[in-house]
């Protein structure tokens, strides 16, 4: 089984601290990206998400938004956590950003 709560890191150098899951599988924390496209500080953002059955076991699936705290743009994950043989954990994950444009006919590069 799969334990999501703790520090966690990606082979970009970027971390994140996903704290104690409640009994519905609602979680919070915070996610310090390494990778930007953006010249402004990069800051130390929060995070809300949902792993599904908690507590059961296999696979888990999970769920998380980052609200970045250092441009007008949001990304939600999706993943699943997997353990190998050995006991060590993994994270497997798809994004997508969602940024601000000043107008609609701009949309087209709105998500990444």
């Known amino acids: 089984q799969c334990d999501l709560q703790g520090l966690w890191k990606n082979e970009l150098g970027s971390n994140m601290t996903l704290l104690a899951l409640n009994t519905a599988g609602i979680f919070s924390g915070y996610y310090h990206t390494a ?5 402004k500080q990069i800051l130390v953002s929060p995070l809300q998400g949902a792993q599904q059955h908690p507590g059961a076991k296999g696979h888990t699936t ?5 609200q970045w705290q250092f441009s007008d743009s949001i990304t939600a994950f999706v993943g699943q956590c ?4 050995r006991g060590k954990e993994t ?3 798809t994004w997508l950003l969602r940024e601000e444009v000043p107008y609609h006919r701009d949309i087209w590069k709105a998500t990444r």
């Open 62 to 66: 999970f769920g998380f938004t980052v």
């Open 35 to 39: 990778v930007a496209t953006t010249n």
């Open 82 to 85: 997997f353990v190998d043989h």
């Open 91 to 93: 994270l497997e994950t």
